[in-house]
């Protein structure tokens, strides 16, 4: 089993930045691919971005993409996702998860995560 818990959430204005963090606990050994998606009100949850652990490759959303960064500390096992130039848009609640090896990796897809967070809410005014 893994738990993961996110932390880092919180309201910003337009324009700010933000730092969630993703902290796993448990069989993380076993853990390959790492992400993060969000889910507004009314709307499907979506792909913000990956992170692979074998070769270190990154996966970004379209509308996140030169804004937002993903990334992972080993040795904390911590996942991280700077949001920068935040906007209204962006609101969400924000939901870490994590994908046992198994030699592939499609990051988008939400049904490739066997483990997901319980969620932060990142709130961004206009």
């Known amino acids: 089993q893994v738990q993961l818990v996110e932390s880092g959430g919180g309201l910003v204005q337009a324009g700010g930045s933000l730092r969630l963090s993703c902290a796993a606990s448990?069989?993380?050994?076993?853990?390959?691919?790492m992400g993060w998606f969000r889910q507004a009100p009314g709307k499907e949850r979506e792909f913000v971005a990956g992170f692979r652990r074998i070769g270190g490759s990154t996966y970004y959303g379209d509308s996140v993409k030169g804004r937002f960064t993903i990334s992972r500390d080993n040795a904390k096992n911590t996942l991280y996702l700077q949001m920068n130039s935040l906007k209204p848009e962006d609101t969400a609640v924000y939901y870490c998860?994590?994908?046992?090896?198994?030699?592939?990796?499609?990051?988008?897809?939400?049904?490739?995560?066997?483990?997901w967070g319980q969620g932060t809410q990142v709130t961004v005014s206009s």
């Open positions: 998860a994590a994908k046992i090896f198994s030699g592939s990796y499609s990051p988008a897809a939400r049904n490739e995560y066997e483990y």
């Open positions: 448990g069989r993380t050994f076993n853990i390959d691919g």
